[in-house]
T-cell receptor, first 112, second 116 residues
Framework: DQQVKQNSPSLSVQEGRISILNCDYT??????FLWYKKYPAEGPTFLIS?????DKNEDGRFTVFLNKSAKHLSLHIVPSQPGDSAVYFC???????????FGKGTSLLVTP | NAGVMQNPRHLVRRRGQEARLRCSPM?????VYWYRQLPEEGLKFMVY????????ESGMPKERFSAEFPKEGPSILRIQQVVRGDSAAYFC??????????????FGQGTRLTVV
């Protein structure tokens, strides 16, 4: 069963605009959420995370928002750059666990 | 994440052969995790190991798959009698701490196994 869902397989955004990637989860035990970026033929690279005690975390051009009541989080990239083109995975883990539960990923294409 | 070394990068096996995937964690990391990514899917947790111990193998298929992380040397994921459905990318991650989340986990570049 897919406990972390990324319903948009792909997203195309113009350079300089905002990219918004969405993620939903079903397991209420999850309390830590992470975004990973992955280029083809590479391993995932950690991007940004958020704890369930927060609703926002910001790091440079990247901001993650968490809505616990809706079991929804989103990653905002602004301004988007062509180098941001990659597959973005949302992942979640419970406080008592260590196994990351990944979504299927969203392929972001930033066009010049 | 170049510090986590996986080899080989690509592995082709015929049905029924054995596949051995190796993972050398980052220096100073004693926790290793294996994940599998099937085509068009996200990564799925397979097993969590510390040196000489399997902590959690709840994500491992019941048969044909095994993992170890010896006192010396890399962690090994072994798949016996491979079938076409084993074709996937296998990623290893390592961290200095385990337990609560693994935000400190760094992933290797993966081994792409193709079973023909």
């Amino acid at each position: 069963d897919q406990q972390v869902k990324q319903n948009s397989p792909s997203l195309s955004v113009q350079e300089g605009r905002i990219s918004i990637l969405n993620c939903d989860y079903t397991n209420s035990m999850f309390d830590y959420f992470l975004w990973y970026k992955k280029y083809p033929a590479e391993g995932p690279t950690f991007l940004i995370s958020i704890s369930s005690i927060k609703d926002k975390n910001e790091d440079g051009r990247f901001t993650v928002f968490l809505n616990k009541s809706a079991k929804h989080l989103s990653l905002h990239i602004v301004p988007s750059q062509p180098g941001d083109s990659a597959v973005y995975f949302c992942a979640a883990v419970s406080n008592s666990g260590y196994a990351l539960n990944f979504g299927k990923g969203t392929s972001l294409l930033v066009t010049p | 994440n170049a510090g986590v070394m996986q080899n080989p990068r690509h592995l082709v096996r015929r049905r029924g052969q054995e596949a051995r995937l190796r993972c050398s964690p980052m220096k100073g990391h004693s926790h290793v995790y294996w994940y599998r990514q099937l085509p068009e899917e996200g990564l799925k947790f397979m097993v969590y190991l510390q040196k000489e111990n399997i902590i959690d193998e709840s994500g491992m298929p019941k048969e044909r798959f095994s993992a170890e992380f010896p006192k010396e040397g890399p962690s090994i994921l072994r798949i016996q009698q491979v079938v076409r459905g084993d074709s996937a990318a296998y990623f290893c991650a390592s961290s200095t701490i385990g337990g609560t989340g693994n935000t400190e986990a760094f992933f290797g570049q993966g081994t792409r196994l193709t079973v023909v």
